[in-house]
């Protein structure tokens, strides 16, 4: 009867010390006002490269083969709620930890310089292909910024971020790395907008 007394006292002890037990790795204050930043920013970058274009200028493209800022809107909309639905809630946060250790802040610098690089080339999967799912620009536009809030939203309020890891872009990415991706990958694709609208033949109205 002593020895189970004992036992119960020193499982009461574990729970408030936290010996024996996983605690989840928070970010930090500074972490989540980073990945807010930017993912703040790069919305303004959304708005301000598509902001005032006319229907020619939305579906100028380039060349057969490349993608109109229409598409490349879609697309952007489209990826938000892929990466944050289909791989962050549905996948890496269900995952198991990952090697003790990790240099989480080199992989969160790779992620903010490696996924906007429009020099390395990529083929969009076929869930994010462009095909008119919006129905219009302003329906992707719109579409858009309503995912971004729910992202954001899934950032303040999501614990264990950093306890979840998976196989992404650039190797062993956690959660909070993916929201980062989802913010880097509309950095990239606002460049693409800037190479259309740059072409010579872009409408000038």
């Known amino acids: ?11 009461a002890v574990l729970a408030v010390t936290g010996v024996g037990t996983i605690s989840a790795q928070e ?12 993912l703040e920013s790069t919305k303004k ?14 579906n100028f493209k380039p060349a057969p083969d490349r993608w109109s800022v229409a598409q490349v809107m879609e697309h ?27 240099n989480v802040e080199k992989t969160d610098a790779a992620v903010e310089a490696m996924i906007p690089d429009r020099s ?3 083929q969009a999967p076929d869930p994010l292909v462009p095909n008119n799912r919006f129905g219009s620009s302003a329906g992707s536009l719109k579409h858009f910024l ?19 890891v998976m196989d992404g872009p650039i190797g062993k990415m956690d959660g909070y790395q993916f929201i980062l991706f989802i913010a880097a990958h509309s950095e990239r694709h606002v ?10 033949n872009f409408p000038k109205s």
């Open 1 to 11: 009867m002593r020895n189970r007394s004992l036992n119960c006292m020193l499982i």
């Open 27 to 38: 970010l930090t204050q500074a972490e989540e006002e980073h990945a807010l930043q930017y």
């Open 45 to 58: 970058d959304v708005l301000d490269a598509t902001k005032g274009l006319s229907d020619a200028q939305w």
């Open 76 to 102: 952007i909309a489209a990826a938000e709620d892929f990466i944050r639905v289909n791989l962050l809630q549905e996948k890496v946060m269900t995952l198991p930890p990952g090697e003790p250790g990790r």
């Open 120 to 122: 390395h080339k990529a």
């Open 146 to 164: 309503e995912s971004r809030e729910t992202t954001e939203q899934f950032l303040r309020s999501t614990a264990g971020l950093r306890d979840h």
């Open 191 to 200: 460049k693409q907008i800037n190479e259309v609208k740059a072409d010579p």
